[in-house]
């Protein structure tokens, strides 16, 4: 594989189920991200990680866990999904937390019923 | 707050003509100002950065100008093809920020 990897590529899930998002990247790169991309509201980070084993708080990461056991794997996991967290996520990563140039995974839409 | 926001939602061009996408910025202490493409059903991509001591940054058949008096920033898309209808978004970023602040995007859709 090159580049990023996310799964499942879409899933409907019951409120209050638990789900866990998986991404993976091969670059090597040190950081990555979370986003969620809601219509008219582009991409809003959820959360991030400067290198393995740190993870840091974005924008909205009410509701959202995550963990950086090693350099490739950056899983997202909703404890608890709520109907609002309906959204396409994208995973993306960079060489640094100072590189501008982010890769994005393809997506993963989630519907929460 | 501090913002990242983009004129127009839609745009619409003829195949090879030029194309300019505009964006407002509100946070003047922002460094580096980045475009991202995202293809329908795609990831973002990312096209080109301008630091924020440049006013003017050339890529292959695409231009970043920076006007920080007005806090304006726009993407030239030289000899628009359809390969180029996809939606794009202005973004952000302080030096030592760990984040990227995106815009809403405009839909570049070319037409033949």
Same mark, same amino acid.
């Given at each position: 594989?090159?580049?990023?990897?996310?799964?499942?590529?879409?899933?409907?899930?019951?409120?209050?189920?638990?789900?866990?998002?998986?991404?993976?990247?091969?670059?090597? @790169?040190?950081?990555?991200?979370?986003?969620?991309?809601?219509?008219?509201?582009?991409?809003?980070?959820? @959360?991030?990680?400067?290198?393995?084993?740190?993870?840091?708080?974005?924008?909205?990461?009410?509701?959202?866990?995550?963990?950086?056991?090693?350099?490739?794997?950056?899983?997202?996991?909703?404890?608890?999904?709520? +109907?609002?967290?309906?959204?396409?996520?994208?995973?993306?990563?960079?060489?640094?937390?100072?590189? @501008?140039?982010?890769?994005?995974? +393809?997506?993963?839409?989630?519907?929460?019923? | 707050?501090?913002? #990242?926001?983009?004129?127009?939602?839609?745009?619409?061009?003829?195949?090879?003509? /030029?194309?300019? $996408? /505009?964006?407002?910025?509100? /946070?003047? *202490?922002?460094?580096?100002?980045?475009?991202?493409?995202?293809?329908?059903?795609?990831?973002?991509?990312?096209?080109?950065?301008?630091?924020? /001591?440049?006013?003017?940054?050339?890529?292959?058949? #695409?231009? #970043?100008?920076?006007?920080?008096?007005?806090?304006?920033?726009?993407?030239? $898309?030289?000899?628009?093809?359809?390969?180029?209808?996809? #939606?794009?978004?202005? *973004?952000?970023?302080?030096?030592?920020?760990?984040?990227?602040?995106?815009?809403?995007?405009?839909?570049?859709?070319?037409?033949?």
């Amino acid at each position: 594989i090159a580049g990023i990897t996310q799964a499942p590529t879409s899933q409907i899930l019951a409120a209050g189920r638990r789900m866990t998002l998986r991404c993976t990247q091969d670059m090597r @790169h040190n950081a990555m991200y979370w986003y969620r991309q809601d219509l008219g509201l582009g991409l809003r980070l959820i @959360h991030y990680s400067n290198t393995a084993g740190t993870t840091g708080k974005g924008e909205v990461p009410d509701g959202y866990s995550v963990s950086r056991a090693n350099t490739d794997d950056f899983p997202l996991t909703l404890a608890s999904a709520v +109907p609002s967290q309906t959204s396409v996520y994208f995973c993306a990563s960079s060489a640094g937390l100072v590189s @501008h140039e982010q890769f994005f995974g +393809p997506g993963t839409r989630l519907t929460v019923l | 707050g501090e913002s #990242v926001g983009l004129h127009l939602p839609t745009l619409s061009v003829q195949e090879g003509d /030029n194309s300019i $996408i /505009n964006c407002a910025y509100s /946070n003047s *202490a922002s460094d580096y100002f980045i475009w991202y493409k995202q293809e329908s059903g795609k990831g973002p991509q990312f096209i080109i950065d301008i630091r924020s /001591n440049m006013d003017k940054r050339q890529g292959q058949r #695409v231009t #970043v100008l920076l006007n920080k008096t007005v806090k304006h920033l726009s993407l030239q $898309i030289a000899a628009t093809q359809p390969g180029d209808s996809a #939606v794009y978004f202005c *973004a952000e970023k302080y030096d030592s920020a760990r984040q990227l602040t995106f815009g809403s995007g405009t839909q570049l859709t070319v037409l033949p």
